[in-house]
T-cell receptor
Framework: AQSVAQPEDQVNVAEGNPLTVKCTYS??????LFWYVQYPNRGLQFLLK??????LVKGSYGFEAEFNKSQTSFHLKKPSALVSDSALYFC???????????FGAGTTVTVRA | EPEVTQTPSHQVTQMGQEVILRCVPI?????FYWYRQILGQKVEFLVS????????KSEIFDDQFSVERPDGSNFTLKIRSTKLEDSAMYFC??????????????FGPGTRLLVL
């Protein structure tokens, strides 16, 4: 069965600094990987996905993620974080043979001014 | 931009009561999902629905749960006799088709269910 792990419960960065949220995956076959963000009292908002192609994926709000097959990772990055990026971030994976998403535990990002 | 909507945003019920959570998926979407998130835990898959039938369901989705698409727009999750452990945030999601942009599931804002 597919799974993802987010090793950090919390990430704290200063505004303007680079932001990285880590995710590693475990699937049989080629993975379909997703990042979602959840703001307080809001639903899960789609940020970006990797299906195939370039290992660097660009998404919404200036976020990007790098797919690394040898390290089985799909880390989310933003070159310059904003206070408004403070939220809960979820990595998710879909096995190619299975359409349900399996989510990580989530990482709370706090960007201080 | 089209969005998935869910009602109610909050629901409080007594143990043993039936609840129906409602979702309106994005209008041209064909695949529908329910997930739930117990407070402090992961988002978990419950069920997927396509062409008026369940495609897949998790172990959580037992006989107390059912889903229905009663008309062309609504997608509902019914819990027949709620238990304390059903307290969670329930998310509806939908997507268009297989492949490419159709791979993305779009989520609603959730219904927070509290069973007392």
């Amino acid at each position: 069965a597919q799974s993802v792990a987010q090793p950090e419960d919390q990430v704290n960065v200063a505004e303007g600094n680079p932001l990285t949220v880590k995710c590693t995956y475990s699937v049989s076959g080629n993975p379909y990987l997703f990042w979602y963000v959840q703001y307080p009292n809001r639903g899960l908002q789609f940020l970006l996905k990797y299906i195939t192609g370039d290992n660097l994926v660009k998404g919404s709000y200036g976020f990007e993620a790098e797919f690394n097959k040898s390290q089985t990772s799909f880390h989310l990055k933003k070159p310059s974080a904003l206070v408004s990026d403070s939220a809960l971030y979820f990595c998710a994976v879909r096995d190619p043979n299975d359409y349900k998403l399996s989510f990580g535990a989530g990482t709370t990002v706090t960007v201080r001014a | 931009e089209p969005e998935v909507t869910q009602t109610p945003s909050h629901q409080v019920t007594q143990m043993g009561q039936e609840v129906i959570l409602r979702c309106v998926p994005i209008s041209n979407h064909l695949y529908f999902y329910w997930y739930r998130q117990i407070l402090g835990q992961k988002v978990e898959f419950l069920v997927s629905f396509y062409n008026n039938e369940i495609s897949e369901k998790s172990e959580i989705f037992d006989d107390q749960f059912s889903v229905e698409r009663p008309d062309g727009s609504n997608f509902t999750l019914k819990i027949r006799s709620t238990k304390l452990e059903d307290s969670a945030m329930y998310f509806c999601a939908s997507r268009t088709r297989t492949g490419g942009r159709g791979e993305t599931q779009y989520f609603g804002p959730g219904t927070r269910l509290l069973v007392l």
